[in-house]
């Protein structure tokens, strides 16, 4: 059985930082991208970040410079460093499994979410 747990959200500043983590299990996590998305409200879930086995990374022109992906097969753990917060970065983000290890195309299986709000 397949279970992604994120962690670390919450309310922040604008212009503050926060860590995402996501633990992995009943995956073989060290040969699958990994990935991470945001919705917000009235919005489409969009891809933040994604990180393949090879280390290969991808994202959101809008997170480009300020968030940092990355991944610790030992621990079957990714995390998503998010620097210079603004409040459009509000939303819930989600762990995502892909389908390969080779490309960004997401896969089926998804995390509950943790909540990030950027306000003052």
């Known amino acids: 059985q397949v279970q992604l747990v994120e962690s670390g959200g919450g309310l922040v500043q604008p212009g503050g930082s926060l860590r995402l983590s996501c633990a992995a299990s009943g995956i073989n996590f060290s040969s699958r991208t990994m990935g991470w998305y945001r919705q917000a409200p009235g919005n489409q879930r969009e891809l933040v970040a994604a990180i393949t086995i090879r280390g290969t990374t991808t994202y959101a022109d809008s997170v480009k410079g300020r968030f940092t992906i990355s991944r610790d097969n030992a621990k079957n753990t990714v995390y998503l460093q998010m620097n210079s917060l603004k409040p459009e970065d509000t939303a819930v983000y989600y762990c995502?499994?892909?389908?390969?290890?080779?490309?960004?195309?997401?896969?089926?299986?998804w995390g509950q979410g943790t909540q990030v709000t950027v306000s003052s």
């Open positions: 995502n499994v892909g389908k390969s290890g080779w490309d960004f195309i997401q896969g089926n299986y």
